[in-house]
């Protein structure tokens, strides 16, 4: 079965600081994985979207950046952090058969001070 | 463009009542519709989609929804809410055409379940 595990579950960062938050699937190959951010209130915002290795889409301009090095990595980084920053991360990655689905992961709380 | 709205921030239910959690949605195309969970700090959990066929879709925990295409509605519904039902709802589109890009959702911005006893 698949699996989706996100590494750190919480951090807490300086501003200015850098960040490499990680995302990892499981029992698949050739997903189509997402980073999204969790702002305090409840929306979720698609930050990144990944169809294979190399390749990101950038949904909306910001201090965030992310990479995809392997098949079934998923990276979401910054060189220097802001107040902004501050939010629940979500991995998810998408099953094309037979569901159709997007499934997430657990999770990063990020903290910036 | 794809667009979901939840128009309920919260819906309250007493415990063993039915319980209802409202979603419209617009797309171009045939629509592909689903529903999360999430409880606190935790990621999203999958409840059911509607893709195609039956408009009543069953899904997990005693949870089903009713796509209505004349009325673009998908509609989150228990005959019987338990406390343990009370978590934070999404509902979430995409059109049913697959594309280069991405299969992106678009996420309604939740409603918040509270069963009581």
């Known amino acids: 079965s698949q699996t989706i595990h996100q590494w750190p579950a919480t951090l807490v960062q300086p501003v200015g600081s850098p960040l490499s938050l990680e995302c990892t699937v499981e029992g698949t190959s050739n997903p189509n994985l997402y980073w999204y951010r969790q702002a305090a209130g409840r929306g979720l915002q698609l930050l990144f979207y990944s169809v294979g290795i190399g390749q990101i889409s950038s949904e909306v301009p910001q201090n965030l950046s992310a990479s995809r090095p392997q098949d079934r990595q998923f990276i979401l980084s910054s060189k220097k952090l802001l107040l902004s920053d501050s939010g629940f991360y979500l991995c998810a990655w998408r099953e094309s058969l037979p569901t159709d689905t997007q499934y997430f992961g657990p999770g990063t709380r990020l903290t910036v001070l | 463009a794809q667009s979901v709205a939840q128009p309920e921030d919260q819906v309250n239910v007493a415990e063993g009542n039915p319980l209802t959690v ?3 949605y617009s797309v171009s195309g045939n629509p592909y519709l689903f529903w999360y969970v ?17 408009n009543l879709v069953k899904g997990s925990y005693g949870f089903e929804a009713e796509f209505n295409k004349s009325q673009t509605s998908f509609h989150l519904k228990k005959p019987s809410a338990l406390v343990s039902d009370s978590a934070l709802y999404f509902c979430a589109v995409r059109e049913g055409v697959l594309t280069g890009g991405g299969n992106k959702l678009t996420f309604g911005t939740g409603t918040q379940l509270k069963v009581e006893l």
């Open chain 2, 22 to 24: 409202k979603c419209t």
């Open chain 2, 38 to 54: 999430q409880y606190p700090n935790r990621g999203l959990q999958f409840l059911l989609k509607y893709i195609t066929g039956d």
